[in-house]
């Protein structure tokens, strides 16, 4: 039998479909190419915006065409936050949301065999629910791997319906998170990535917290980079940063989310924190860790109910003036069941396009100037796609991306590289000493 996943969304939603992947696997199915022919179809669903449901839609019903008897598959986050919805789209098998992952392998078994015509499992979320362990001990086609340490969201933000598909706060284990880090250590992986969907609050309900956590990975051996996912600024404390800043193992690029620069506009946002807040924790982190070893990376939404072209414009001086690294603009988009669909002052499409491109093109100019400014320097580049025998696709601890000529190394190495010229996309860059690199020259 055959299996083929198409993962829409965040980073969390990619681990829990590499983790479906593995258990599939392990019970005798050949996982299966996007594009391939399969049994199975799974989609792993995004709810952010609509769009993301109507992708999830588009690809089943373009499986289910071209390979009528197949088992199609809709699980993830849409179902969970619109069940009444996800469950009438009929050209889905299997309906499921995102607890109880591990019985996605016995409903589409229930299908295939004839016992079950059709099977709707979508389970509520529960107050003190546990998270659930779905481990992982290889990512194909990445030479990083993502670990979720937690799961769950207890902000009511205006636009966001995570809350409604992911439930409460709920952190993994300790002794399993690093259970995990040592296998994928010895399976070769060298930088791995924390993710969550509050990233920040892991611990909160177990009595440990992040730095503590990150602190323990550190020692893991074989683990010689860590990266942490998104952060809430006013989340992060002072002695979390010191902490932080103490191992040298966690690469200096911090995903601070930020939504808008505009204190308005945060404050009908239900953000819980100022742009001045915003501006002190970046501030620190930059303090801690050394100006020259920090980037800072986030995700701004323009257009968003009552934003006018003052507001917009105040957003847009805050998010230059802090020197992003890369900024990920969206244009607002109304979801069903938030607040902020109902709200009064939605701004026009065109104009929400219209300034999703001046803040992106603004943001642009910041990278082009921050990657040039780099030119010069000796980093530590962890090699990933080959784009020829000896040229690698590649990110320095910052996240800034790079083609490194690198003859005689493979995928998964980490290596100096002298950084040139930015071409747009990636700095230009070569092999250098390990010495300059080990003097930071």
Known sequence: MRVCFYTLGCKVNQNESGAL????????????????????????????????????????????????????????????????????FAEADVVMGVKARRALLENVEKVLSGAEARVVDIRPHEKGEPFEDLPMDRFAGHTRAFVKVEDGCDRRCAYCVIPRARGPVRSRSEAGILEELARLADAGYREVVLTAISLPSYGRDTGTGLAELVEKAAVVPGIRRIRLGSLDPDLLTDADIARLAAV?????????????????TLRAMRRPYTAALYA??????????????????????????????????????????????????????????????SMA??????????????????????RAQLAAGMAGRVEPVLLETPLSATVFTGYTPQYLPVAVQAPGHTSGDIVPALLGAWDGQRCRARLAEESAMQQGT
């Open 21 to 88: 992947a593995r258990l599939f696997a392990q019970n005798g199915y050949t996982v299966a190419e996007p594009g391939a022919e399969a049994d199975v179809y799974i989609v792993n669903s995004c709810t952010v915006t609509a769009e993301g449901a109507a992708k999830s839609r588009r690809w089943l019903r373009r499986q289910k065409r071209a390979n009528p008897a197949a088992v199609t598959v809709l699980c993830g986050c849409w179902p969970q936050a619109f069940p009444a919805e996800a469950a009438a």
């Open 248 to 264: 040298p193992q966690l690469c200096g690029q911090f995903h601070l989310s930020l939504q808008s620069g505009c204190d308005k």
């Open 280 to 341: 002190k924790k970046a501030a620190a982190l930059r303090a801690a860790f050394g100006a020259e070893n920090v980037s800072l990376t986030t995700d701004v939404i323009v257009g968003f109910p009552g934003e006018t072209e003052q507001d917009f414009a105040e957003s847009l001086a805050f998010v230059t003036a802090q020197r992003f690294l890369k900024v990920h603009v969206f244009p607002f988009s109304r979801r069903a069941g938030t607040p902020a669909y």
């Open 345 to 366: 002052g939605q701004v026009p499409e065109e104009e929400k396009l219209a300034r999703a491109h001046r803040m992106g093109a603004a943001c642009e100019a910041v």
